[in-house]
């Protein structure tokens, strides 16, 4: 089983979760974090970390975001690890638990096709 990073992180991109994770599985894109499905060990540890409460086990994806595994499992490989907390966006607690962000994501846009068809 893997965490899954959903669409509250767009445009808010907190970094909390980061530095609790003991196997480096957090990939940063320009404006969301994505886990590497591959990587996550299933500790849990990020999850009461995510201020946005953005990050929920495969198993307990909301209803509406399925498509976030694969969106997490794609960007990951794509953009690079992170492995420290960076300063997330001035206007982050702005777009904290605005619905509808996923037109927002940040990512090559041929990606972003296939993804949200």
């Given at each position: ?91 982050a607690d702005e777009w904290k638990d605005k619905p509808g962000k996923l037109a927002e994501l940040d990512c090559p846009e041929e990606v972003k096709e296939r993804l949200l068809r």
């Amino acid at each position: 089983m893997t965490f899954v990073v959903t669409e509250n992180c767009i445009r808010c991109k907190y970094m909390d979760c980061v530095e609790v994770c003991p196997v480096d599985c957090f990939h940063e894109g320009p404006n969301m974090l994505v886990i590497d499905p591959e990587e996550c060990i299933d500790c849990t540890l990020c999850e009461p970390e995510c201020p946005v409460e953005a990050i929920f086990s495969e198993d307990e994806i909301p209803k509406g975001q399925e498509k976030f595994l694969e969106i997490n499992a794609e960007l990951s490989q794509l953009w690079p690890v992170i492995t420290e907390a960076g300063t997330p966006p001035e206007d982050a607690d702005e777009w904290k638990d605005k619905p509808g962000k996923l037109a927002e994501l940040d990512c090559p846009e041929e990606v972003k096709e296939r993804l949200l068809r």
